[in-house]
């Protein structure tokens, strides 16, 4: 299976910073990362699709980059709605994968 | 909008069949040409895409599930299922449905159902 490293995985910022995470896969998958916030008690929301495309409605503060085995998430001027846990993953090969998360923390 | 609801077995016995569905409504579910999929998440830790079931019904099975897995579709009812066999307290957690893209992005979730393993 296809590892996918989230680092790190807890991080304290305030609103209005700027946060970049990052996931490394265990081979290259092009561009076929994904990536989505989860609250606590709801389910995941999808923010960016194949490692840079903005989904619908998701605000452009979001950003997704890279290609091959290392990808980034950057978050421009953190809102308080942004306080969440992040996801990377891959859909390369199957089993589709996701990284352990990153906690993003006040 | 579409919208999926889960719906299930909360409490299920070691080595018995976990069994849920989920009801899309807003759309039909055959529209699209969408893969469907069920990915669950244990208490505090991650998640893990169970699988997907496509539009022509066949379907793709993680393989750490061991073969304990059923996933099938309803176009009529406009309902999933997911089946999982010999269940154990490793197979507690909130299982989600969620539609998938044609890149395998999960655009659309449920908002998850709790099932616990314990006798």
């Known amino acids: 299976d296809i590892q996918m490293t989230q680092s790190p995985s807890s991080l304290s910022a305030s609103v209005g910073d700027g946060v970049t995470i990052t996931c490394r896969a265990s081979q290259s998958i092009v561009s076929y990362v994904n990536w989505y916030q989860q609250k606590p008690g709801k389910a995941p929301t999808l923010l960016i699709y194949?490692?840079?495309s903005l989904q619908s409605g998701v605000p452009l503060r979001f950003r997704g980059s890279g290609s091959g085995t290392d990808f980034t998430l950057t978050i421009d001027s953190l809102q308080p709605e942004d306080f969440a846990t992040y996801y990377c993953q891959q859909t390369f090969r199957t089993p589709h994968t996701f990284g352990l998360g990153t906690k993003l923390e006040f | 909008q579409m919208q999926l609801q889960e719906s299930g077995s909360g409490l299920v016995k070691p080595s018995q069949t976990l069994s849920l569905t989920c009801a899309v409504s807003?759309?039909?579910?055959?529209?699209?040409?969408?893969?469907w999929s069920w990915i669950r998440q244990p208490p505090g830790k991650g998640l893990e895409c169970l699988g997907y079931?496509?539009?022509?019904?066949?379907?793709y099975y993680n393989p750490s599930l061991l073969g304990r897995v059923t996933m099938s579709k309803d176009g009529s009812k406009n309902h999933l299922s997911l089946k999982l066999n010999s269940v154990t307290a490793a197979d507690t957690a909130v299982y989600y449905c969620a539609r998938a893209t044609m890149v395998h992005a999960f655009d659309i979730w449920g908002q998850g159902t709790m099932v616990t393993v314990s006798s």
């Open positions: 807003g759309g039909s579910m055959d529209t699209g040409g969408f893969p």
């Open positions: 079931i496509y539009p022509s019904g066949s379907t």
């Open positions: 194949s490692a840079s």
